[in-house]
Each structure stands twice: as structure tokens, then as C-alpha cells.
């Protein structure tokens, strides 16, 4: 993970994640928007399963459960609102 930018109320990061690593269940009380550059992710949101690749686009409120499958290597722009100080440098 790798932060961009950010400012008083959103921050952008990058992510490069790696094919059969999984991000497990979890929830914050971030909304988070996500853009996939490339690769290939199964990705769930609240109930229900999505698999995305290169081009696809996503939004999670805050404190949904989601979690991620990293089905090929992959690299995501995520905007998280408001700012996640834990991903400050």
C-alpha cells in the first residue's frame, strides 16, 4: 500500500496485491471507492460476491463487511473518506 494524496477529508492509495493472498472479512468506518488498474479480484461486499477485473469500480459505505481474493497479481487506486490516518506516512 502506497498513499498518494490526501487532504483534510479523503485520501488516495494505491495497492499492489499479489495472485492467492486473500484480505480477510473486516469493516471500518471508512467509505471506501475502489478503481482496479489491472488484474483480476473476487471481491465481497456485505453478502454478496463480484469478481472484477482491469476497468471495474466499486464503493463500500462505511462499516460494511467486505473482504477481497486476490485472483491474479493486481493493482487498485482506493479513495477512503474520511482520511484513514493509519495510512499516512
Not at 490526501?6 to 495472485?19: H, P
Not at 469493516?27 to 469478481?51: A, C, M, V
Not at 487498485?76 to 493509519?86: A, K, N, Q, T, Y
Request: proline share 8%; aromatic share 12%.
Amino acid at each position: 500500500m502506497r498513499p498518494l494524496v490526501w487532504e483534510e477529508k479523503t485520501i488516495l492509495c494505491e495497492f499492489k496485491l499479489e495472485k492467492g493472498y486473500k484480505i480477510p472479512s473486516h469493516q471500518h468506518p471508512y467509505e471506501q471507492t475502489g478503481y482496479l488498474l489491472s488484474g483480476k479480484l473476487n471481491f465481497r461486499i456485505d453478502k454478496t460476491w463480484h469478481i472484477t477485473k482491469a476497468g471495474d469500480s466499486w464503493c463500500i459505505p462505511e462499516n460494511v463487511e467486505h473482504e477481497v481474493e486476490i485472483l491474479e497479481n493486481s493493482v487498485v487506486m482506493e479513495l477512503f473518506s474520511p482520511i484513514r490516518p493509519d495510512y499516512l506516512p
